[in-house]
């Protein structure tokens, strides 16, 4: 069984597009995150959500939201898709959020806006 | 920024020990230290964390120094499927909070 699996693992879409990246993690843990590969494949947390609530919200464009459901999914929709937006973008989860704790990432979704 | 400095690439030959440092001088004395890797087109797969003792699991050792200003990841006998790019990452505190800041890694290539 896949731990973190996120959908779709490809998305080609135009720019202006909304578009929506799903992830679910089927561990049990409290904390799950969304990060940015970009080109250069340096990483970036983008949001954390911890049992639901949002934690951390780094300075993204207010055009990706996540939504937590409940807290084994946490989903990522982008508004009006620019061409900066391409890279690979990867959940994670963790059982907890402050102290020792070991993240496991998803397989990645490469976005591609055209 | 990143706490952490790495070698942007190493090479290590198969079956031989991989030897990967790390300098994290500016790290505070209750922050642990975690390597990560991540092979090509896979998302990042941790290895191991420590804080201030030595560390020993199934894939890897980490050895960190007394004055805890850097460490080493020791992978005994590399294989091909070794070769990926490996993180050394020391948290940055946000209030009560953590999160992982990622620099740019070492590529380990193990060569046949």
């Known amino acids: 069984d896949t731990a973190v699996s996120q959908t779709p693992k490809y998305l080609v879409t135009q720019m202006g597009n909304d578009k929506s990246i799903k992830c679910e993690q089927n561990?049990?843990?409290?904390?799950m995150y969304w990060y940015k590969q970009d080109s250069k494949k340096f990483l970036k947390i983008m949001f954390s959500?911890?049992?639901?609530?949002?934690?951390i919200n780094e300075t993204v464009p207010n055009r990706f939201s996540p939504k937590s459901p409940d807290k084994a999914h946490l989903n990522l929709h982008i508004n009006s898709l620019e061409l900066g937006d391409s890279a690979v973008y990867f959940c994670?989860?963790?059982?907890?959020?402050?102290?020792?704790?070991?993240?496991?990432f998803g397989q990645g979704t490469r976005l591609t806006v055209v | 920024d990143a706490k952490t400095t790495q070698p942007p690439s190493m090479d290590c030959a198969e079956g031989r020990a991989a030897n990967l440092p790390c300098n994290h001088s500016?790290?505070?004395?209750?922050?642990?230290v975690y390597w990560y890797r991540q092979i090509h087109s896979q998302g990042p797969q941790y290895i191991i964390h420590?804080?201030?003792?030595?560390e020993t699991n199934e894939m890897a050792s980490l050895i960190i120094t007394e004055d805890r200003k850097s460490s080493t990841l020791i992978l005994p006998h590399a294989t091909l499927r070794d070769t990926a790019v490996y993180y050394c990452?020391?948290?940055?505190?946000?209030?009560?909070?953590?999160?992982?800041?990622w620099g740019a890694g070492t590529k380990l290539i193990i060569k046949p």
């Open positions: 994670a989860s963790s059982q907890d959020f402050v102290g020792v704790t070991e993240a496991f």
């Open positions: 561990l049990g843990h409290d904390t």
């Open positions: 959500y911890n049992n639901k609530e949002l934690i």
């Open positions: 500016t790290i505070s004395g209750n922050e642990y």
């Open positions: 420590g804080l201030k003792n030595n």
């Open positions: 990452i020391a948290p940055m505190s946000m209030d009560s909070n953590y999160q992982l800041i």
